[in-house]
């Protein structure tokens, strides 16, 4: 079975920084079933990024995502106030299973 | 705009049984597949299970298969889950979220709480 590891597990950072965030895949996976979700406390994830690198509605042009084959990153240009949050990635597999990532926190230093 | 209002949650003992509703708004609820995911602290975001628009198609995953019985009432616009021989490590907060066509959740529930002790 796939495991999606995320790394950092924490990452601390100071507004205006840029952050990336990594998610690997224990085998190859397709670019189209890679998604990224913001979650912050108290709060149900938010879409991100999905298919790699493809923003959803209404998120700004800070965020981006990419990647391929087992690795895949999400990158926040210019980190704002309300970007931190903990970050996961989300895998479609070829078995008609779906399996996220640990996450990552983005903390503020 | 999009809403989907999870209820039913509780506080239940090991073995017990537990019902799950979502109800949803703002869009055409046909048209799409939807899941229940959960997630505890120690082990993040986990996919439970998934329906298909009509309600053929059904996936579940290995740590709920047989336990669990993911249903939808289209006149209702409306998801389920039926959660029996709950265990300990089912205790986590359960999202309704709806599947978009390429394997991703556009739309998510705010989560209950579901509880399993004694």
């Known amino acids: 079975e796939i495991v999606l590891t995320q790394s950092p597990g924490t990452l601390s950072l100071s507004p205006g920084d840029r952050a990336t965030l990594s998610c690997r895949a224990s085998?190859?996976?397709?670019?189209?079933?890679l998604a990224w979700y913001q979650q912050k406390p108290g709060q149900a994830p938010r879409l991100l990024i999905y298919?790699?690198?493809s923003r959803a509605t209404d998120i700004p042009d800070r965020f981006s995502g990419s990647g391929s084959g087992t690795d895949f990153t999400l990158t926040i240009s210019r980190l704002e106030p309300e970007d931190f949050a903990v970050y996961s990635c989300?895998?479609?597999?070829?078995?008609?299973?779906?399996?996220f990532g640990r996450g990552t926190k983005l903390e503020i230093k | 705009q999009v809403q989907l209002v999870e209820s039913g949650g509780g506080l239940v003992k090991p073995g017990g049984s537990l019902r799950l509703s979502c109800t949803t708004s703002g869009f055409t609820f046909t048209d799409y597949y939807m899941s229940w995911i959960r997630q505890t602290p120690g082990k993040g975001l986990e996919w439970v299970s998934s329906i298909s628009s009509g309600g053929s198609t059904i996936y579940y995953a290995d740590s709920v298969k047989g336990r669990f019985t993911i249903s939808r009432d289209n006149a209702k616009n409306s998801l389920y889950v039926q959660m029996n021989s709950l265990r300990a490590d089912d205790t986590a907060i359960y999202y309704c979220?709806?599947?978009?066509?390429?394997?991703?959740?556009?739309?998510w529930g705010q989560g209950i709480l579901v509880t399993v002790s004694s």
């Open positions: 298919a790699t690198s």
């Open positions: 085998q190859s996976v397709s670019n189209n079933y």
């Open positions: 979220a709806r599947r978009a066509s390429s394997h991703y959740f556009d739309s």
């Open positions: 989300q895998l479609y597999t070829t078995s008609s299973r779906y399996i």
